[in-house]
């Protein structure tokens, strides 16, 4: 603790504590070292009675110490189908975001977990087996932001044997003996028989690693020069220009590294982007690629309210979300920008709609004759694939008042006869 993690002294630390042995000695540990610690515990409900008792436990050790506590049970089934991952990421997702709630609300400094040296490996050959690229076989880092994880230089058989020499008492998981997870078969065949190969085989994963990670930071340094020369940062979201990167050397592996940073980890797909159609798009679980002519587009997946509608009241002067408009009362129609539209009041019926365009929309546009198709009106208007998707309409009822930001419909507009005008304003993001 003091030559790695020496920012920690005098901290508050919260501890990951799952009952295991690891877990355990990590708490030993610490409270024989005299640091300032809690505990927090996850109980997942994946295992019925058996996840009950381990909660129960860690709460007795806690008031045996004398330590804070803390505990939450979580629906991790039903968090794991809403959102389509696996039960393991979906424990992962709740309790790292649990613990980064717990150090703000509580006011801890630092959150330590469990992880030792044989998690390292059993992650090498995890992500060896997933294609994550360099990055994910540098192995568990030994501090990420304000996580540290003080076991990682020691091994499953040197913590067992400290917890016995110092008659401690843990939890076994039934379900890590359960060889259906990818992590517990490489953990009960294939790192036992990495470890018969002898001492020097383990000191040259860890030396192999730490020239990996080494590496990883090199090219981390490139990718950086890359970014100033194919990378714009637009209103739109991030342009990346494909003639610009497929003029540098190892086109493909540099365009994984750039958009690995926000979700993108299939190597192949991201590859075969280059050469495809304008529309073609690729979703991360935070992220859209989308191909546009000679560009990609990557902008942030963005969660609009029920069915991506929002009702406006007569009373509502203004809104902020999903965009910013303001209303307000006018004396005259004035000549403004496409921000800013004017209505005649009496044209409109309340509540009004704010929604996204949908295939069919078609209105009347200000200043022209007949009727148009928005998709047609987009096209003209030579509107990039994203800027259509971003486009909102305001409606009164089932006809369109303003495509937002371009033309108004020219049924509402400021006459001779017009009573009462409306004025709208919309600011952009």
């Known amino acids: 603790m003091e030559r790695e993690f020496p920012i920690a002294k005098g901290k508050k630390i919260l501890v990951a504590c799952s009952g295991g042995v690891d877990s355990m000695v990590l708490v030993h540990l610490l409270f024989q070292s005299g640091y300032s610690i809690a505990l927090a515990h996850c109980n997942f409900g994946l295992r019925g009675d058996e996840s009950d ?3 129960t436990f860690v709460r007795r050790s806690a008031e045996d110490l004398g330590l804070p506590f803390h505990t939450k049970r979580f629906e991790t089934d039903t968090f794991a189908k809403e959102h389509k991952v ?23 400094d630092y959150l330590a977990t469990g992880h030792h040296a044989d998690d390292d490996m059993e992650t090498f050959f995890i992500n060896l087996s997933r294609r994550t690229g360099l990055r994910g ?15 990682l230089a020691f091994s499953r058989e040197e913590i067992l044997t400290y917890a016995k020499e110092n008659d401690l008492y843990w939890r076994e998981d039934s379900s890590n003996a359960d060889t259906k997870y990818l992590r517990n078969q490489i953990r009960h065949t294939l790192i036992p028989a990495y470890k018969d190969l002898g001492e020097k085989a383990q000191k040259g994963f860890q030396s192999t690693q730490n020239y990996l990670d080494q590496s990883s930071k090199l090219i981390d340094d490139y990718i950086q020069l890359v970014q100033k020369l194919v990378v714009e940062e637009t209103a739109e979201g991030i342009i990346i220009n494909i003639p610009k990167l497929q003029d540098l050397p190892n086109t493909d592996a540099l365009l994984f590294e750039l958009l690995h940073p926000y979700g ?30 000679e560009h990609l587009l990557l902008t942030v997946l963005e ?22 408009l303001a209303f307000s009362q006018a004396e005259r129609f004035e000549i403004t920008n496409g921000h800013t539209v004017f209505v005649d009041t009496e044209t409109l019926t309340y509540p009004l709609l704010l929604r996204k365009w ?15 198709k928005l998709s047609k009106f987009f096209k003209d208007e030579k509107l990039s694939l994203v800027a259509k998707e971003n486009c909102w309409l305001l409606c009164s009822g089932d006809q ?30």
Not at 137 to 151: A, C, F, H, S, Y
Not at 409 to 415: M, S
Request: no cysteine.
């Open 86 to 108: 696996s039960i393991q990421m979906a424990a992962r997702e709740l309790r790292y975001q649990w613990f980064e709630e717990l150090l703000g609300r509580e006011g801890y």
């Open 358 to 372: 949908e295939e069919g929309d078609s209105f009347y546009p200000f200043g022209m004759q007949g009727k148009k």
């Open 264 to 293: 993108f980890t299939d190597f192949d797909t991201l590859r075969d982007l280059l050469e495809a159609q304008t529309g073609k798009q690729v979703l991360s679980s935070s992220h859209r690629i989308l191909k546009n002519r």
């Open 303 to 324: 969660i609009e309210g029920p069915e991506g509608r929002y009702e406006i009241e007569a009373a509502t002067t203004s809104m902020e979300a999903p965009i910013s």
């Open 137 to 151: 076989l540098r192995g568990i880092p030994k501090q990420n932001e304000n996580t540290i994880r003080p076991l």
């Open 400 to 429: 369109i008042v303003w495509v937002v930001g371009y033309r108004m419909d020219d049924r509402f507009k400021v006459t001779k006869q017009t009573k009462k005008i409306v004025r709208i304003d919309y600011t952009p993001n």
């Open 53 to 55: 008792e381990d909660e």
